[in-house]
């Protein structure tokens, strides 16, 4: 039998509020806390402890939320600005040299559609999302399930991204298409 954690790893359908992803939550949230509440050098040394991983240069602006941490990499020399929300119910890989706006969001989470009992009983399950080396998401990008952002790319601000965006292009919109080469 496979527990809730492991059902939600492998993006099958799982409960979040399982004890075990509850008390990882809460253990999150205290790291997060202590974020909010340090200056850039403090904020650093916290990140190192949440994150599953941040390479040399990278930082993230204050609020920063996030459901684990642990399930989240982040090359080097990136930064994700103010309000930046990271759902990782699922991987979420940010390469190197990739700016992230204000007040992004990054969402793994997915819930049953057709399936409307397990929706009501608040069974979930969820997505990875992969951002490419030298991408740049303007602010309020919202990056659903399953999305990987393409090396050199550029979201517009306020897109939504449903599907995948391909290598060297600017894409934005609602929802988010490629626009043009670059």
Known sequence: MTTHKERMLAGDLYRDDDPELVAERKHCQTLLDRFHA???EGRHAVLTRLLGGIGEGSWIMPRFQCDYG???RIGSNSFLNYDAILMDCAPISIGDDVSIGPRAQLLTALHPIEDHEKRRQRWESAAPISIGDNA???GGVIVCPGVT????SVVGAGSVVTRSV?????????????IRDL
């Open 70 to 72: 642990y399930l989240i």
């Open 166 to 178: 391909p290598d060297h292009v600017l894409a934005a919109g609602n929802p988010c298409k490629p």
């Open 38 to 40: 340090v200056d850039a």
């Open 136 to 138: 740049w998401l303007g």
């Open 149 to 152: 952002i393409g090396i050199n």
